[in-house]
């Protein structure tokens, strides 16, 4: 059994969490009722009150809050706490739109802090541990989260930011460095600059590498374990929520344990908004129970996995969500199938002859949508010889074709030509939403 950082909530019966949830969601949704106006303006357009809520049951009776909800009162508009109880701002990056603004107050920092905690004992931190926070400091939340969180359990933080890689390394050595928190790409890039500089893993102290913050397989955490030759573990978070620290993977690997004292989840049909049974795969809601700044009732992340109630072996309770294999803002349709990028990474990896890096070209040619696939070759695969690279590249297509159903173009492009990313790998350009 591995550690915990809080026993109590991190192995509750499913009856005490209950009880804890419910009597934390009626708090919350009070809160949010009398200020925050345009949630107050949904529940009485619903005709539901406050009152109605006594339980987690009671859950499906409120209505939804999205993303454009809190575009519709930027800045500030969704919080409900005075602005003077707000200590700190940050703000989702603003991929798909304009940004969006989160605040948080001195408990909520709290919170944060404590579930960033549960997540980095469940990677194997203690409070002899030096974690090297590689993940950005500023607006986005990955940095600050992991970086308070380190500080929390005792551990010492090296708060590097993203980039630089060949510092990142000298800073890996000379500091002893045991845990390396960045995105799963941005791993792949130190592991390109450990081979460049011929520092090897083993002489290293690393012992585990904490990756989220953007989509990542199973595949690619082999490849990232063989190639670091640590455990590499994923976490979860979105700005809206909290930031990193709403779930965690355990030793077990087996799913991400979610912080459901504080955040409670459920999946839904995203069309109908129906609420989906266990294992059933849908879009993930939750709503913060606990936080006070920017409280969130039923948020719909657009993220696609499923939850598991089961007891996990590490000892823990809390329910776990499958690996978000995607946004359902990220899924492509192309020539009316749709298509995760996930799914492409893994057939990609389950080949073994190219590297983790890839870009996925899609467009339009006259009324025929049109899917290329940039893939780098490994180095030690890499080849010259023409008919070696088209024999290849159609094994890959056909792979493509016969786990998508869709023909794709292949282009096999020399090692370390695709653009690497510090934070998050942009692995699609979609031409059609271009013009
Ligand atoms: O990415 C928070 C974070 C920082 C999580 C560091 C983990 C580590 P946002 O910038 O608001 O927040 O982006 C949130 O990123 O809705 C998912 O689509 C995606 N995402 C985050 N973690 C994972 C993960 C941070 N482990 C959005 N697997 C989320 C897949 C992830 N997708």
Redesign the pocket.
């Known amino acids: 059994m591995g550690n915990m950082w809080d026993q109590k909530y991190e192995s509750m019966s499913r009856e005490d969490m209950r009880a804890v949830q419910s009597e934390r969601l009626a708090d919350c949704v009070r809160r949010v009722y009398h200020n925050v106006p345009f949630f107050r303006a949904k529940m009485d357009e619903m005709g539901v009150s406050p009152d109605d809520i006594r339980s987690v049951d009671d859950l499906k009776k409120l209505p939804f809050t999205t993303k454009q909800d809190l575009r519709d009162t930027y800045p500030y508009g969704s919080f409900a706490t005075p602005m003077s109880d707000i200590v700190r701002i940050h703000a989702?990056?603003g991929t798909t739109g304009k940004q969006t603004v989160v605040g948080y107050t001195k408990n909520d920092l709290r919170t944060w802090s404590e579930v960033m905690a549960r997540t980095l004992t469940a990677a194997e931190a203690t409070k002899h541990d030096f974690v090297q926070v590689a993940?950005g400091y500023g607006l986005?939340?990955?940095g600050l989260?992991?970086h308070y969180g380190t500080e929390y359990i005792g551990a010492t933080v090296i708060p590097i930011s993203g980039g630089n890689s060949k510092r990142q390394v000298q800073v890996m050595q000379d500091f002893g460095t045991t845990v390396l928190a960045c995105?799963p790409s941005y791993s792949l890039s130190l592991a390109e600059t450990l081979l460049e500089l011929e520092v090897k893993p083993a002489d290293l102290k690393l012992k585990s590498v904490v990756?989220?913050?953007?989509?990542?397989t199973n595949e690619m955490r082999k490849d990232i374990e063989q190639k670091l030759g640590v455990h590499a573990y994923?976490?979860?978070?979105?700005?809206?929520i909290i930031?990193?620290g709403v779930a965690f993977e355990c030793e077990c690997q087996n799913g991400?344990h979610i912080s459901e004292d504080h955040f409670i989840p459920e999946i839904i049909n995203p069309d109908t908004g129906e609420v989906l049974a266990e294992g059933e795969v849908g879009e993930l809601v939750f709503t913060t129970v606990t936080k006070e700044g920017l409280p969130l009732i039923r948020y719909r992340?657009?993220?696609i996995t499923s939850l598991h109630y089961g007891k996990c072996d590490c000892g823990r309770t809390l329910v776990r969500m499958n690996?978000?294999s995607?946004?359902s803002d990220d899924m492509l349709i192309i020539r009316g199938v749709n298509v995760f990028p996930s799914q492409i990474e893994s057939v990609l990896l389950e080949m073994g002859e190219t590297a983790s890096h890839y870009l996925i070209i899609v467009d339009r040619v006259g009324i025929l949508d049109t899917m290329e696939v940039l893939v780098e070759m490994s180095p030690e695969y890499f080849s010259d010889e023409v008919r070696a690279l088209e024999k290849l590249e159609k094994k890959i297509r056909s792979a493509i074709e016969s786990t998508l159903g869709i023909s794709s173009k292949v282009r096999l492009v020399e090692p370390k030509t695709i653009e690497r990313s510090e934070g998050?790998a942009k692995r699609v350009i979609d031409k059609r939403k271009l013009s």
């Open positions: 989702s990056s993940y986005f939340t990955g989260g992991v995105t990756l989220g913050a953007e989509p990542w994923d976490i979860y978070g979105l700005s809206e930031g990193p991400l992340t657009r993220d690996r978000v995607g946004r998050k």
